[in-house]
């Protein structure tokens, strides 16, 4: 196990856990090993979770039946997407608006619980998310729509998503593109933004003082916990390297292999074990 603690002291409390989703419990589709025994451990001590995910594109039902295919049973409740985080932020906004939606099922799903009514005439917001087939002429819309006037809201700022081939353009491309256009930035929902975290944990009724999140990504996991005032731990079965984190000028609680490390520890992840 690689273990680094920070220079704060973390006192014993019951803690509360937000878990990135690809790159912490899963890979490529794969189950991260032990997983599924770091979240029995979590159930069976009642401690309170939820797995985030920026990916816009899928509903918590779908996700879980796509986990379930790796060996992981989480229920939809205990499942965060940017897509739930951006629904929720636009109805705290502008109840019961309207928008001009770009994306899947998971995003407009999310939109439509909350009371908005998706239009291509005259939108408060264009809102932006992840699709497998972005359309040149939905694009084109959207640059429309907000040079007449309609913000511009984006699920998450991800310029690329994994596929079998390889990469391909994602979420915050897409953004980039519709902004150059416009000359209008986006207003980026999803991680690292620590709108993110905070709409999690009014989900859960957790405090920030007593939660923790584990990611693989400094720049967007590590990076929006600890601006949400987190403890975070950075796992190394994603993006991130040990080596990386010194590039960056802010730095996780701890770091460790995997959440295997967690095994046995649950209720005290900072303790000495």
């Known amino acids: 196990m690689i273990e680094k603690r920070g220079h704060e002291k973390v006192t014993e409390r019951r803690w509360t856990y937000l878990s990135d989703m690809d790159g912490v419990l899963v890979r490529e589709e794969q189950l991260v090993p032990r997983a599924e025994e770091f979240l029995a ?3 069976r001590n009642e401690i309170d979770f939820l797995v985030l995910t920026n990916n816009s594109i899928y509903t918590p039902r779908d996700l879980r039946a796509r986990l379930l295919r790796t060996g992981l049973d989480i229920p939809e409740e205990s499942i965060w997407t940017s897509a739930l985080a951006t629904a929720r932020f636009l109805d705290s ?7 001009f939606v770009i994306g899947e099922a998971g995003l407009t799903t999310a ?3 909350v009371g908005y009514v998706l239009t291509e005439r005259d939108p408060d917001y264009v809102v ?4 497998r087939t972005y359309s040149f002429s939905a694009i084109t819309n959207a640059i429309r729509l907000i040079e007449r006037g309609a913000k511009f809201i984006a699920t998450n700022p991800d310029a690329t998503g994994p596929s079998v081939e390889g990469s391909m353009p994602a979420t915050g491309s897409v953004a980039a593109l519709i902004e150059k ?14 709108l993110m975290m905070r709409s999690a944990l009014r989900r859960l009724g957790a405090h920030s003082e007593s939660t923790l999140m584990i990611g693989d990504r400094m720049d967007t996991d ?4 600890i601006e949400a005032g987190l403890q ?3 796992v190394l079965t994603g993006i991130s390297t040990e080596e990386s984190v010194d590039r960056y000028p802010y730095r996780p609680t701890m770091v460790l292999d995997s959440v295997a490390d967690l095994i046995g520890r649950t209720e005290d992840p900072f303790g000495q074990g």
Do not use: D
Request: glycine fraction near 14%; aromatic fraction near 6%; proline fraction near 11%.
């Open 41 to 43: 451990e979590l159930r």
């Open 93 to 99: 906004q502008r109840p019961n608006g309207t928008a």
């Open 111 to 113: 939109l439509h619980e």
């Open 128 to 131: 932006l998310g992840e699709t």
């Open 181 to 194: 256009a416009t000359g209008r930035s986006p207003y980026y929902v999803g991680k690292p933004n620590p």
């Open 222 to 225: 590590v990076h929006s916990g």
């Open 232 to 234: 975070t731990i950075l």
